[in-house]
């Protein structure tokens, strides 16, 4: 994704849509700057909008993507890609679940087991069980950031967002 092209083409339809920034700003619930900066490229509208700024600028989240309106042939090209890496994001997030299992494992292994036999005196008792407190904790954030997404995925995929 090419961020000015696709700023680029905010602002084109924005404005064939005879949209001032603070209106389209309105609409959507965000500021005039950040229309602002994703028309300069310096950001990205949040995934959530996505579909909102393309039904208020007439445009296909392919297009939004692309940075430009795309033929019914490109279309079909994009949509298939588009279904691909969602696909591999998928099993990207199984793998990543995989990981943080290992990782809350490990983390207990280190605090319970390690902090009693290796750490002799109360410095490396302490390192150690924080050391092992951090790893699981970890692991259990990446977990719980991992769920959220796959549900996001499972939820846009029922209701035919992909």
């Not at 033929?71 to 279904?83: L, T």
Request: net charge positive.
């Amino acid at each position: 994704m090419d961020q000015i092209q696709i700023g680029r083409f905010i602002a084109s339809c924005r404005k064939e849509k005879n949209l001032t920034q603070e209106q389209l700003a309105e609409k959507l619930g965000v500021t005039s700057k950040s229309i602002s900066r994703w028309e300069n490229g310096r950001n990205m509208p949040d995934l959530s909008l996505f579909h909102p700024l393309c039904d208020e600028l007439d445009i296909t989240i392919n297009d939004l993507i692309q940075g430009k309106k795309l033929s019914v042939e490109e279309q079909k090209k994009y949509s298939d890609q588009n279904a691909f890496s969602v696909l591999m994001t998928k099993k990207e997030l199984e793998n990543m679940q995989l990981l943080t299992e290992i990782l809350i494992v490990a983390g207990i292994v280190i605090t319970m087991t390690l902090t009693k036999v290796l750490a002799v005196t109360a410095l490396q008792k302490i390192v150690t069980l924080g050391l092992g407190t951090f790893i699981w904790g970890f692991g259990i954030f990446l977990r719980v950031k991992l769920r959220k997404a796959h549900e996001r995925l499972k939820t846009e995929e029922e209701t035919g967002l992909f």
